[in-house]
């Protein structure tokens, strides 16, 4: 969800950005692609004594996945609850009193190199909480990826922070530097939840039932899309039902009295798809209070999901140690690699340049 959050934010506002009134071509814009921006330059408002601009746009006008929202409201203020301006020069001075110390310039030259990834998010890079980063396409990007049981793959990423280290002219001098180190994530691989089933079930039209107990527990809140409807619909799965698509429910449809009709029934009328899997158990979310069930094969796994604790056994993590384990030489080499990749060592990068900043 705060990927998710993410992309859509930055749709958002490099959309919104450009109806507002202090907006120009040439302005260099840095968003951490929540609620601040920096810019190199202060922002010019009509009204001085209202530095405030709110534009509307519509949801389809930004991308597909906000067509739900028929308008969107974008603010653009100068900040009142912290300090208006940032002196890069302020990086390098040490205060005991770390409550008291502003950290808006450090917090600049995080969003700063980070700027490759946000404004490439929806395209190429997936951004995390704690400074995590990882490739959509890491075939693209000439990275190996390891195919793992279950439907997973294991997709190498960098985190990234800034910190203060010691100068080398010793003590009481300050220098802000990036630390980079290149990890290794197991994501959900995109794929038809029946699909994630197959791998996992010894049969999965005859799953017993503590199969379907460890498999409840391996994708409960999994993010799915449905693929059966026109317009694809996220949805997060709750749990295995204990029944399958042979199972009888009372229905009602187009407006008629209820009528008695199977779950496998019900899409070849609604949506004239002939289940392949009748057998095999149904999933379940909870959407607006109430819960829906679904047969696997109707629902696709969103990408760029990581595998959390509780969805993995005891061999999968032993397997994942096994992987995660390099040697010093190859985890410099996949940090030189993941910083090249993020262009943080190119003189060039329009954002590090225009700020001033270079990584040395």
Known sequence: MVSDRKRNCMAVFSKAIKETVFYRDDMMLYYDGQSIMYTLEKLIFPDPTKASDTVIIEGSKVSDGLNSFQHIYFQGKECTDRVQQAHLSDIRKI?????????????????????????????????FANGKIFPNRPDLERLDVLKMKDGKIMIPGLVKCVKLIEEPRGRNNASPAIVVDSLKVAFHAKEKLIDKGIDFFL??????????????????????????????????????????????FEITLDNELKRSMSVMEYFQYKYKIDLKYPLAPLVMS???????????????????????????????????????????????????????MHDLFNPNQPFLKAAGLSII
Request: aromatic residues 6%.
């Open 95 to 127: 205060d005991r009193d770390i409550m008291r110390k502003d950290r808006s310039a450090m917090q600049f030259v995080d969003v700063a190199t980070s700027m490759q990834a946000l404004t490439n998010g929806r395209d190429r890079f997936t951004i």
């Open 203 to 248: 049969d999965v039209n005859n799953a017993s039932y503590h199969e379907r107990e460890t498999f409840a527990t391996m994708i409960k809140g999994l993010g799915c899309h449905r693929i059966h409807t026109n317009r694809p619909r996220k949805v997060e799965i709750h749990g295995v039902a204990r029944d399958d698509a042979m199972k009888k």
């Open 286 to 340: 909870r959407e607006r209070g109430s819960i829906h069930i679904y047969p696997m094969e109707v629902l696709e796994v969103l990408p760029m999901q990581r595998v959390t604790i509780s969805q993995v056994n005891k061999s999968f993590s032993e397997c994942f140690i096994f992987n995660c384990a390099v040697p010093p030489g190859v985890r410099q080499k996949n940090i030189a690699e993941q910083c090249t």
